[in-house]
């Protein structure tokens, strides 16, 4: 199975770009350092000390303004010493003086992803892992690629979600009631994939939560009431999947400021794909977000999936308003919906093509409007990408893969 960007491996250390980095051997970042009173804070040893006297959680943070629009990582390493075994304590970020976010964990190998906001918002509540340690240091990981936030734990994805907009500029730490951790580094990296001038790519459509008319997952927004995973999630910012690239006398396909681009000189359809294995026989949505930028406006561009050889299924639009849905069975096409018109088409911009499998039904959708549904039929093998029109030129956001689970 190839990498997708929630792999912790996908950035390496000569692809990140330095911006803070804290190994605790002194205090040049002028972190507020007292050794008295109910909050104890020292730099000791090539760590951070922070120590609560009290039965109440104690917070020390500094001042670091990330540039949002890049993408970043925040990471630091953090170990229980002694206190509460089930107190949360945590690496904070886009912290104000009254609101944070808050990544979490306790010595009992459990935590959470939250925000403070007047009160607590859990995005996961507290949930057990043996990934964490519990008398070791733990890493704590918050990576954004995109619109999305990645948090891993010594390098293993536990979440996945769509980035908020910080609340501040603070970074910094918790320590729980009568407890006691140090933390061993801070490190802050921008990460590749934005343009020179460090503006993220446009928001199109997709995120709009909500939906279609209908009920269950004949609607859209219903699967926000779901469980989602990220099987894969390629915003196109590297080429980590392996997609094709380069120039003959037939194609041009480049990755280029966060979107795959994909241009034909032929006479003849062309397609470009990746193997990506996922099991069909879960409940799973595939999603793109593409632009037709120039071609006959009467055929069709789009997704293709379960590939094997001349045989694959195939979602297209077209720059005249229209969809198709069919497989290709050994060069032989099978209908499953004929070239219909559909007003969800953006004939001229970014359309968002969504595939939703759930219990034996697929379901297909333009733009968050159910366009058809049908059985499920499984395909043929684990190829998925893009299928490109004659003398056509496609560009392409994003490619996710998720499993739903109720």
Known sequence: MVKSQSSYSDYGSSSKEVFVNDQFSNNDNDWYIEETGDFIRRIEGGHLYLESTIDRAKLLSNEYTIDESRNYQIEASLKFITGKVNTGHALLFGKSPDNDFGFYFTGQQSYKISKYEGGYVDYIDFTTNTILSTNGYNKLTLRKV????????????VHTMESQTFFGNRIGFQVGGKSIIHVDYLTIHYLPGTSVSGTAKPKIPGSTKTG?????????????????????????????????????????????????????????????????????????????????????????????????????????????????????????VEDIKDFTASSAIKKSDFNLLTIRKYDGIYYFFINEQLVHQCNYYPGYGDRIGFLVGKKSSLQIDNLKISYITD
């Open 212 to 332: 279609s008319t209908g009920s269950g997952a004949a609607s859209y927004g219903w699967i926000y009431d779901k469980n989602v995973s990220e099987v894969m999630y390629d915003e196109f910012y590297s080429n980590t999947n392996g997609w094709g690239t380069g120039v003959t006398t037939d194609v041009e396909r480049k990755i280029e400021s966060g979107y795959y681009f994909f241009q034909t000189f032929m006479e003849s359809f062309y397609s470009t794909t990746i193997v990506y294995e996922f099991e069909k026989s879960r409940n799973f949505q595939l999603e793109t977000i593409l632009k037709i930028n120039s071609g006959s406006v009467s055929q069709e561009n789009g997704l293709i999936w379960s590939m094997e050889n001349k045989s694959s299924c195939r979602f297209g639009i077209t720059r005249n308003g229209e969809y198709t849905i069919y497989n290709m069975s050994e060069g032989s």
């Open 146 to 157: 995109g619109n999305q936030w990645y948090f891993f734990i010594n390098e293993q994805l």
